[in-house]
């Protein structure tokens, strides 16, 4: 599924509709992912061949890694570093004013503070220590010496904490009830449900480009500079 994205980065929202994990299942077959949501694959995979007929590939898909490590963290870095302050402080509000009448929302709130207290750490560790180490890669004649050793060893640790974050945002959806807003919401309670939508259509989009085009590519450049100084 990963590779469906990438070839067609509209259909993410076609899967995310359908409850289809393409960034931390990306190496899934559409089939597979269906079967295990129970939807019928022949008319998911109708539906988005239909979708994507008219799509073309976007840029950041065919960006080598250090133009991609670039676009991630003004994009998708940068987001995430407004927008988890500012839903942090919408959740107090709402709770503060709604708390009573919907305690649910004091689960919300509990979950998002997980997800935020996962993620800054996680996009720190990313911009100090794998990003430079990606450039410095990238621009590299020989394979530089790390100090964490091979670059797949920071990779792994990040795509764990992926499948981390994904959880939680499994959890975030059940407890809004899918975003959904009561009767009695008020403005900024549909902003806020809103905005974490947005936060985990983003996220799930963010981690597809490092999971299933960044991190291979740069694996790859590892592996093949390695071959190289051996041969």
């Known amino acids: 599924m990963g590779e469906v994205v990438t070839a067609h980065p509209q259909l993410a929202r076609e899967l ?14 559409i089939a597979e992912a269906c079967w295990a949501v129970g939807l019928d694959p022949a008319s998911v995979a109708a539906d988005l061949a239909a979708t994507s ?38 959740l107090d509000k709402i709770v503060g004013v709604h708390g009573a009448r919907h305690p649910e929302l004091s689960v919300v709130r509990e979950v998002f503070a997980e997800l935020r207290a996962d993620l800054e750490p996680h996009l720190t560790k990313e911009e100090r220590v794998l990003f430079p180490a990606i450039r410095e890669l990238a621009g590299a004649d020989a394979p530089p010496a790390f100090a964490f ?10 795509m764990i904490e992926h499948d981390r974050v994904g959880e939680l945002l499994i959890h975030l959806r059940a407890a809004t ?30 981690v597809h480009k490092e999971n299933n085009v960044l991190f291979p590519a740069v694996l790859q450049l590892e592996q093949s500079g390695r071959a190289g100084a051996a041969g």
């Open 177 to 206: 009830g899918d975003y959904r807003v009561p009767a009695d919401g008020c403005a900024s309670y549909r902003a806020c449900f809103d905005a974490l939508g947005e936060l985990e259509a983003d996220t799930h989009l963010h």
């Open 53 to 90: 007929a008219v799509s073309d590939a976007e840029p950041w898909s065919t960006m080598g890694v250090v133009d991609l490590v670039d676009h991630i963290e003004s994009i998708h870095h940068r987001y995430l570093w407004d927008e988890l302050p500012r839903l942090t402080a919408l």
């Open 16 to 29: 995310e509709r359908r409850g289809l994990d393409y960034c931390c299942g990306g190496q899934r077959s």
């Open 149 to 158: 050793g091979s670059v797949a060893n920071p990779i792994s640790m990040m």
